[in-house]
């Protein structure tokens, strides 16, 4: 029997509003590698921007505009970080396809005149739904997708052809309203203005206009934006990494709950409570609640919060999510509720080190192990070459017996020791 190790790694970079997926890799003398299948890169654009236009309008907020110049700037990094098999927001100069050093280099190169943009990317992404849902589960990246001044958005998708999990989606969103303001006669009246927020640097908007240009998305927003919204299906119950790390002691947790209240609406405004109820209502204790005060990376404005279990949430179980916030003296509740993600196969759960498992042949199976501590992950798998095994996440994996003559075999990871009998 042929044995092949697994390695599952998630690597992430220091770089703000940045995803990389995760993937594996196999190891030994005979090395067996799983190939990603191609995808049609522009079908992929426009799954991602319906995609993220699906939730945002779900939420009741603004779709975002595709923009040519955006979408120019973004297949742009797409290519270089392809290229250079790299995953930053910054490029290099000299590197192959070499743009500009920052996001706001790459947007005024293909001459969009604003510079108040702002980008989201993944790499190693087999597809635009995934690479969208990975983003929704970082906290900085999600605030970045339902920002309540941005109408417009440009998509950049690239995959190596000769090695196909070489792969990257690239988001570059903007307000069309700033544009434009680049496009007309420069303030020149008295009052206050801002500047350097052109490509000509000494172009001036009034800071009326400025505010104003702002308010026009916001004011068509909701007044708290929740995520995940009310009645939200088949949400992730686990976060892992992000760069920056919200959760630096911690590898793996619980699904973040955020709330943000829109500041056209809530000048000043008082979170009192945060909490999160499963099922029947038993309360979700062991809980961080994030806000501008205590982020580690100083991120999250006044507006914005975050509950995040420190454990995993379950599959399939209805979460309640509840606030109670103080504005101008009066106190207002608001509760809503989601579900978490129903495995499509039969889903066995696997609490303890060593254990035996009787498996129904001609059928995949999921196997989940629930961590045991927040540094608990699914690590150097050891398991038959006949034995096809898909990481769901890093805890949980499809597994699927292709030799029908395999009746028991045992599977291992770091201290785990899994006997599987097919039946």
């Known amino acids: 029997m042929r044995v092949l ?29 799983r190939t990603v299948l191609p995808m049609d890169v522009e079908y992929e654009k426009g799954v991602a921007r319906s995609h993220l236009n699906d939730i945002r309008e779900s ?71 995934s690479s969208i849902d990975g983003l929704f589960s970082a906290i900085y990246h999600r605030f970045g997708f339902l920002a309540l001044d941005i109408d417009t958005i440009g998509v950049g998708t690239t995959q190596e052809k000769s090695k196909t999990s070489n792969s990257a989606f690239v988001y570059v969103m903007a307000n069309s309203n700033l544009e434009r303001f680049c496009h007309d006669k420069s303030f020149s009246g008295s009052g206050k203005y801002y500047y350097k927020m052109c490509k000509n640097e000494d172009h001036r908007i009034g800071e009326k206009a400025y505010h104003k240009a702002l308010d026009a998305n916001k004011r068509y927003n909701p007044k708290i934006v929740l995520y995940p919204y009310d009645g939200q299906k088949e949400v992730p119950p686990v976060f892992y990494d992000e760069s920056p790390d919200p959760l630096p002691n911690h590898e793996v947790s619980g699904f973040p709950v955020s709330v943000e209240f829109n500041d056209y609406f809530f000048k000043e405004v008082s979170l009192q409570s945060f909490k999160l109820f499963e099922n029947e209502g038993s309360e979700v204790t062991d809980v961080l609640l994030m806000n501008k005060d205590n982020d580690p990376h100083q991120r999250f404005t006044s507006k914005q919060f975050s509950l995040f279990p420190l454990k995993r949430l379950e599959y399939d179980t209805e979460y309640r999510a509840e606030i ?33 498992l009787h498996l129904e042949k001609g059928k995949s199976h999921i196997l989940y192990f629930p961590p045991h501590n927040a540094h608990d992950l699914l690590k150097q798998l050891q398991f038959p070459a006949d034995v096809d095994i898909t990481f769901i996440d890093h805890n949980t994996l499809k597994l699927t017996v292709m030799d029908e003559d395999l009746d028991d075999f045992t599977m291992k990871s770091e201290g785990r020791n899994i006997r599987i009998v097919m039946e």
């Open 59 to 129: 939420m009741g907020m603004n779709t975002l505009l595709q923009d040519d110049l955006l979408n120019l700037a973004a297949q742009g990094h797409a290519d270089y970080l392809v290229a250079n098999n790299e995953s930053s927001h910054y490029e290099v100069e000299g590197h192959k396809k070499f743009i500009g050093v920052k996001p706001v280099d790459r947007t005024l190169s293909v001459n969009y005149q604003s510079t108040q943009v702002s980008e989201n990317l993944s790499t190693h992404t087999y597809d635009a739904q």
């Open 324 to 356: 109670a916030y103080s504005v101008k003296g009066k106190l207002e509740t608001l509760s809503w509720a989601f579900v978490t993600q129903k495995p499509t196969e039969s889903l066995h759960k696997i609490e303890t080190k060593d254990a035996t």
């Open 5 to 33: 190790w697994v390695f599952v790694l998630l690597t992430l970079h220091s770089f703000a509003w940045q995803l990389l997926g995760f993937g594996t890799e196999t190891r030994e003398k005979e090395v067996t590698i």
